[in-house]
C-alpha cells in the first residue's frame, strides 16, 4: 500500500511542542509516512535543540537563521522548495504563526500540494504584529485548518473559509503539556534556583512591540520591579530581549534573577511550580490556563480570547500603571478559570482524524494508534 506522504514544518521555539505529538502519531500509522523539516529560523540550543531532544524529535534541518522578516521568509522559501520537490510529498503540515509557517505555506501552496494549518484562525486583529499577518496569509491559502479553540472557528468562518475546511480539534501544545508534565516536574529547575517551597513569579518577554522600543520596555520594567518588591521573580531573557534589557535596571535588582532560556521541560517545571506569570507569548497564555496559574499577558490584545473567558489569563496592558492596577486586582481577586473544550490531551488523535478524512482515508481504528499511546506516555 502506498503510503500519504506528510511534511511537517517546524521552525521556531513555539512550533517544536505542537509538532511533536502529532509527529508522534503520524510516524506509528501505517497510512502515513511522515518527514520533518525544521527550517532553523531558531537555531541556538537552548531556543531549538534541546527542545528537540526534550520533545524526542528527529529533523531534516534547513539552517535559515535570522535576518529580517523578508531575509527570513525568503530563505525559507529559497530552502524549502527543493525539499518538496524531492520528497514528492503529498501534503505540508505547518504550524502556528512564525515566519516559518507561513513561508512553507506559501511555497506549497504553488505547488499545489495541499497544506494543514495547525492552530488556525487565531486573530489578534493587530496587523502591527508580524504574526498577525502570517496568520492571515496561512489561513488564506490553507485546504486544512485545525483550530485549537471556538474564536478560530468564527473569525474563519468570518473570513469566508467554507465550513467543510475548518476542525475544531483542540490544542497541541496542551497535548505535550500533558504528557511532559511529570518529566518537567521532576527536573530539578527549583533545588538548582534554591525555590522550593517559597513563593515566586515567571516573567517571559519577546515581542518586538515590547522589547524592541526602549519607551515600552521602560514601562514594562518599572511594573516589574514594583511587583518583584511582592513577590520575587524568574526571568528566562530570549536573545530578543538580552541587549534591550541591558538598557534598564532590571539587571540590578535585588528581586529579579535573569536566566539563560531554559529548554521545554526545565520551562515547563518552573512554570507549573510558580505562583503568577507575566508574559506576552501566546503559548503561555494558554498553558497557564491549563495549570491554573493566574496570568498577566502584557499585551493590549490577544488573538487566544478563550483563556481570557474560560481560564485565568487577564490582559495587563504595556504601560506601568495598567500592569500595577491588573496585578493588584489580580491578588484581590485571583482568577479560578476553568480549562477550555478539547484541551484534554487528545487533540493529535483529532488532528489524525482531520488527515484521513482530508486523504479519504478509512477512518477505522488501526494498530498503529494503540502503538503510538503507548509511545506518547513517557
Ligand atoms: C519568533 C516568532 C514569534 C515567536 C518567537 C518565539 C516570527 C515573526 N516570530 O520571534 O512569533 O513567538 O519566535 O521565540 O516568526 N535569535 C538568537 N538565536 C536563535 C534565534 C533568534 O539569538 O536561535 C535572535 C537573533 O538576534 C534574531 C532574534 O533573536 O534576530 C529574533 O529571532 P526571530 O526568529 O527573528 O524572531 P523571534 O523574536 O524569536
Not at 135 to 148: E, G, N, P, W, Y
Not at 286 to 300: A, Q
Request: with cysteine.
Amino acid at each position: 500500500m502506498k503510503r500519504t506522504k506528510l511534511i511537517c514544518v517546524a521552525g521556531a521555539r513555539p512550533n517544536f511542542m505542537k509538532v511533536a505529538p502529532l509527529w508522534r502519531l503520524l510516524s506509528c500509522d501505517r497510512h502515513f509516512a511522515c518527514v520533518l523539516v525544521h527550517t532553523g529560523q531558531h537555531y541556538d540550543e537552548q531556543l531549538s535543540g534541546q527542545f528537540f531532544r526534550d520533545l524526542a524529535l528527529p529533523g531534516h534541518y534547513l539552517g535559515v537563521g535570522s535576518g529580517s522578516h523578508a531575509q527570513q521568509t525568503a530563505e525559507v522559501m529559497r530552502r524549502f522548495e527543493p525539499v518538496l520537490e524531492t520528497e514528492c510529498a503529498d501534503g505540508v503540515i505547518v504550524v502556528g504563526d512564525v515566519n516559518s509557517t507561513m513561508a512553507a505555506t506559501v511555497v506549497a501552496a504553488k505547488m499545489h500540494v495541499p497544506v494543514c494549518h495547525v492552530e488556525a484562525g487565531l486573530r489578534s486583529f493587530d496587523r502591527s504584529m508580524p504574526e498577525e499577518i502570517n496568520r492571515l496569509i496561512t489561513d488564506a491559502i490553507s485546504d486544512v485548518l485545525l483550530v485549537s479553540e471556538a474564536s478560530g472557528r468564527r473569525n474563519l468562518l468570518s473570513e469566508g473559509i467554507p465550513e467543510y475546511r475548518i476542525h475544531l480539534v483542540g490544542n497541541l501544545m496542551i497535548d505535550s503539556l500533558r504528557q511532559c508534565l511529570g518529566r518537567a516536574q521532576r527536573s530539578g529547575i527549583l533545588s538548582r534556583l534554591r525555590i522550593n517551597g517559597r513563593p515566586f513569579g515567571l516573567v517571559t518577554l519577546h515581542r518586538p512591540a515590547n522589547v524592541d522600543r526602549a519607551e515600552s520596555l521602560d514601562e514594562i520594567a518599572a511594573a516589574l520591579i514594583e511587583i518583584s518588591q511582592t513577590v520575587p521573580l524568574y526571568f528566562p531573557v530570549h536573545p530578543r530581549t538580552r541587549t534591550h534589557l541591558e538598557r534598564t535596571t532590571i539587571g540590578r535588582s535585588a528581586n529579579i534573577t535573569l536566566l539563560e532560556p531554559p529548554g521545554y521541560l526545565t520551562f515547563l517545571g518552573l512554570m507549573s511550580h510558580s505562583s503568577v506569570v507575566l508574559t506576552d507569548s501566546g503559548g503561555i497564555q494558554e498553558e497557564t490556563t491549563v495549570l491554573g496559574i493566574p496570568c498577566l499577558t502584557l499585551r493590549k490584545n490577544t488573538e487566544r480570547p478563550v483563556t481570557i473567558e474560560q481560564g485565568t489569563n487577564t490582559l495587563a496592558g504595556t504601560r506601568r500603571a495598567s500592569i500595577l492596577a491588573a496585578w493588584k486586582a489580580m491578588r484581590e481577586h485571583p482568577k479560578t478559570g476553568c480549562i477550555p473544550p478539547l484541551w484534554d490531551g487528545a487533540a493529535a488523535e483529532r488532528c489524525l482524524d482531520a488527515l484521513h478524512s482530508y486523504f479519504r482515508i478509512s477512518r477505522k481504528p488501526i494498530r498503529g494508534r494503540a502503538r503510538a499511546a503507548e509511545i506518547v506516555a513517557f
